[in-house]
């Protein structure tokens, strides 16, 4: 499971956002008129992404929120939580949910000059869906017909068997119209679709990508979005600038934005205070306690509440972790509540479902494996014929997830008498690298932030066998049937009702467990003097005036 990327939620998120936001927009600027807005530049944190930006292959927010403001992609989700809308995209039309239509916007630009046309779809979404490229994100394109002769799985997972080679390079169901326009096929009717286009597994790629290897491409990536590539450091910085031939609504005002790549949120918030940085997201936990953030930047301190959640995964993979009795006992032994009042002072709220309560179509208080109830864990335990050793809960240290973890482990310990404890991984690149590599030997901190606004999200990505952020290897036939039927469904209504029920078989399984929803606190400088929240919390560029 990652810490996925961007999406649109329910409009009380949106509402939120933008409420917060507008506080700020009286503050003081140090830095003058609109020729400061123009010509200015802001630091925002960041941690190493886990790979070289190329949007089909990136999976987590590191990566995420550079590749959100490099690239545009068909559709965008307004920040005041409002149905998705056309971006890149001059009409998305069908009759049957099947058969559309894409025409896109003629003569917008990529960053090296060359048009983006109809072709640059089609090419980037064959490319990822052929599963021989190994995109991360390959299995967001299976509702497109073809997609089983491109993608082929792992008979045996990372056993000696390879998968077989794919019967075609291309999806039967894309199809280049003219310049401006591709029409797309899908396997049945799916109407959540065209809600699906402005996650960033869709977006297009120049002809310069196919001209050299992803990860040479993803070092220099050449986006279509408002703002451009200049260079990368390694654990260090991440340099854009305004690229001044967008034509599309969110251009940005400022001209230069570093994303500095930090190891730790407590020097990031050091940073904020002595005005070497100027946009925080999250404010570290040891800023929480008594409200010590508001006291320290007054109204440039913002909160909302955002469509992610905080989960333990298991690695499934690992035989001690198999047996699903053994994962409700952890689940049951941990005292939410606890964790939402003593570490993080009543900002997060106690997850109770498994879906993020503002998603579209995610039904409420899901999870019977989320209550606290420290007996029934002790007989599931025993049931389950106990656990042998030490359970080690690992995390990345270079984020604000140490106090919640040893409190997790603690309860653990507690409640059920094993040996736990929480460990930290240097950083979120290490511990990704990890979980993909199939290496983790315990549960491990993840988190899941929608990408979409659609109950869908919180499914098939994570809990569908070969689903693209399903690390831990759960497999469920049902799961994935119900999955499946709930995918083609001929409403948002009939889909949603599918993915509830799948969703009751996932809480009997328990592959994971949901610790908490997210609230986010942020921060900003005196140097901005307006800004906007997008739907999950980050920093809208296009709204930012100094």
């Not at 039309?93 to 917008?108: E, R, Y």
């Amino acid at each position: 499971m990652r810490v996925s990327k961007r999406a649109s939620s329910a409009i009380a998120v949106g509402m939120a956002a933008a409420l917060v936001a507008s506080g700020c927009s009286n503050s003081e600027s140090k830095d003058g008129d609109g020729a400061a807005t123009q010509d200015g530049a802001i630091v925002i944190n960041n941690v190493q992404p886990e790979n070289p930006l190329v949007p089909a292959n990136t999976t987590e927010t590191g990566g995420g929120k550079i590749i959100d403001n490099l690239w545009t992609g068909l559709v965008e989700y307004p920040n005041d939580g409002g149905a998705p809308r056309n971006a890149l995209a001059e009409s998305i039309d069908t009759t049957d949910s099947k058969v559309f239509t894409i025409k896109i916007k003629k003569g917008t630009k990529f960053h090296d000059g060359t048009e983006v046309k109809a072709k640059n779809f089609v090419d980037a979404w064959n490319w990822a869906a052929y599963s021989p490229n190994g995109a991360a994100n390959g299995s967001f394109f299976s509702d497109i017909a073809g997609y089983s002769d491109v993608a082929t799985e792992d008979p045996d997972g990372d056993g000696p068997q390879k998968a077989p080679a794919p019967k075609a390079e291309k999806l039967s169901g894309l199809k280049v119209i003219d310049d401006q326009t591709f029409e797309v096929t899908l396997g049945a009717p799916t109407a959540v679709f065209p809600t699906k286009l402005g996650y960033s597994a869709f977006m297009p790629l120049p002809d310069a990508f196919f001209s050299q290897k992803p990860e040479e491409f993803g070092k220099k990536p050449i986006g279509n979005g408002p703002v451009k590539f200049v260079s990368w450091e390694d654990n260090v910085a991440i340099k854009l600038t305004r690229f001044d031939d967008y034509t599309l609504r969110d251009k940005v005002k400022i001209k230069d934005v570093t994303y500095k790549l930090y190891q730790n949120e407590d020097a990031a918030y050091v940073d904020l205070l002595s005005g070497q940085l100027d946009f925080i997201e999250p404010i570290p936990t040891s800023a929480l306690a008594g409200d010590k953030y508001k006291t320290d930047l007054g109204d440039r301190a913002l909160s909302t509440v955002i469509p992610a959640t905080a989960f333990i995964a298991f690695p499934i993979y690992d035989k001690r972790f198999a047996n699903p009795k053994l994962r409700k006992a952890v689940s049951l032994s941990i005292n939410r509540q606890e964790i939402s009042d003593k570490i993080f002072f009543g900002t997060r709220k106690p997850a109770d479902s498994w879906a993020n309560p503002l998603t579209p179509g995610a039904p409420q208080g899901n999870c019977t494996a989320c209550k606290f109830d420290p007996a029934q864990a002790k007989q599931l335990l025993q049931e389950a014929g106990g656990f042998q050793g030490e359970m080690v809960f690992y995390y990345n240290a270079d984020s604000s997830h140490k106090d919640w973890m040893e409190a997790v482990a603690q309860q653990v310990k507690t409640n059920l008498q094993i040996e736990a404890r929480a460990e930290g991984v240097p950083t979120f690149a290490v511990l990704r690298q990890n979980i993909n590599a199939r290496k983790m030997t315990g549960p491990y901190r993840a988190a899941w932030q929608q990408d979409y606004p659609d109950i869908e999200n919180w499914v098939n990505p994570l809990y569908i066998k070969g689903g693209s952020s399903n690390d831990g290897l759960y497999s469920n036939p049902q799961v994935d049937a119900l999955a499946k039927e709930a995918s083609s469904a001929p409403s948002l209504e009939a889909s949603h009702a599918k993915f509830a029920e799948a969703l009751k078989l996932v809480d009997a399984d328990v592959p994971t467990i949901p610790i908490y929803f997210y609230g986010l606190q942020v921060g900003h400088s005196e140097k901005i003097k307006k800004l906007e929240l997008t739907n999950v919390g980050e920093l809208d560029l296009s709204s930012v005036e100094l």
